[in-house]
């Protein structure tokens, strides 16, 4: 659609024993087939936040639309709400997304 702005995530960098793990299990299954790859299932989470509480400013539209008073962004005390969503998906299908309270 046309539409972005974000600011990158700050996450915490790996440790040496994170390192350590994630090299060990890489190692454990390098000669894995890929019928054992096909049992696994993969997660994630997402977290996108409604408001953002750092003090910009963000209207979203499209390109060449003008600016109307819908397009204005309105004021928020204290922050404001988040989405938080979990989802799975393995070899045979994908799984439900779910929404986190």
Sequence with gaps: MGLCSRR????????KRH????????REHRDWIMDEWKRVAWSDESRFLIHHVDGRVRVRRLPG???????????????????????????AALGSVLVAE
Excluded: K, N, Y
């Excluded at 990158?8 to 440790?15: E, G, N, S």
């Excluded at 390192?19 to 890489?26: G, N, S």
């Design 8 to 15: 990158p995530t700050r996450v915490p960098l790996l440790i």
């Design 19 to 26: 390192r350590q793990l994630r090299l060990q299990w890489a």
């Design 65 to 91: 639309e003008q600016l109307l008073p819908s397009c204005t962004a309105g004021h928020i005390q204290a922050g404001g709400g988040g989405i938080m969503l979990w989802g799975t998906f393995s070899w």
